[in-house]
């Protein structure tokens, strides 16, 4: 079974604090994504990565930036957070082929004070 | 982004019932997904539709890929309590990587 870990269930942090949310897959894929999902609005694409050390802009990538050094690793980062920043964020992986599913994390719940 | 647009939004239905939800889109997608969240989870991997007209079951769910492309159904028969939880519908266009864009989720309660 593929698996997908997040660092943090939940998690709690200050305005202008820097935050690192790790992601972690055990099933060599190729391709993660990061999303935050927020009532009413669906999962909604960060960025994502097809590659070590490649890295691609979502739909809402501003005030977000991503790092992938091991294919196995994708790391979201908040530079300086923001109330407006707190939900609810899924990482998924995916193998690269062209129908296929991704499978996601449990999730990590941010509050941003 | 792409706009997914499901419905229902929420559902409160008695337990035995049966449930239908659906996904629509402006645009003609080659894959639909449908996928459960359950509260403090992530999204797990229900039914995976890649032909349009394609009719899938897993179990009590069945869905279907909408002849058009640009739909999605989703029915659940005879609803349990476990079956509590959001229902997400996923799409990827033709011609594109492998980005996936989501519906809204439809919250299901069961009420025993």
């Known amino acids: 079974d593929v698996k997908v870990t997040q660092s943090s269930r939940y998690l709690v942090k200050r305005t202008g604090e820097k935050v690192f949310l790790e992601c972690v897959q055990d099933?060599?894929?190729?391709?993660m994504f990061w999303y935050r999902q927020d009532p009413g609005l669906g999962l909604r694409l960060i960025y994502f990565?097809?590659?070590?050390?490649?890295?691609e802009k979502g739909d809402i990538p501003e005030g977000y930036s991503v790092s992938r050094e091991k294919k196995e690793r994708f790391s979201l980062i908040l530079e300086s957070a923001s109330t407006n920043q707190t939900s609810m964020y899924l990482c998924?992986?995916?193998?690269?082929?062209?129908?296929?599913?991704?499978?996601f994390g449990p999730g990590t719940r941010l509050t941003v004070l | 982004g792409q706009q997914l647009n499901q419905s229902p939004q929420s559902m409160f239905i008695q337990e035995g019932e049966d449930v239908s939800m659906n996904c629509t889109s402006s645009?003609?997608?080659?894959?639909w997904l449908w996928y459960k969240q359950e509260p403090g989870e992530g999204p797990v991997l229900l039914i995976a539709?890649?032909?349009?007209?394609e009719l899938t079951s897993n179990g009590r769910l069945t869905a279907q890929f909408g002849i058009t492309r640009k739909d999605s159904f989703l029915n659940i028969s005879a609803s349990i309590p476990s079956d509590v939880g959001i229902y997400f519908c996923?799409?990827?266009?033709?011609?594109?990587?492998?980005?996936?864009?989501f519906g809204t989720g439809t919250s299901l309660t069961v009420i025993p």
């Open positions: 998924a992986s995916q193998e690269n082929l062209p129908y296929n599913e991704q499978f």
């Open positions: 099933m060599d894929h190729e391709n």
């Open positions: 990565s097809y590659d070590v050390k490649m890295k």
């Open positions: 645009s003609i997608f080659n894959t």
């Open positions: 539709l890649y032909k349009a007209g």
């Open positions: 996923a799409g990827q266009l033709r011609h594109t990587g492998n980005q996936f864009y």
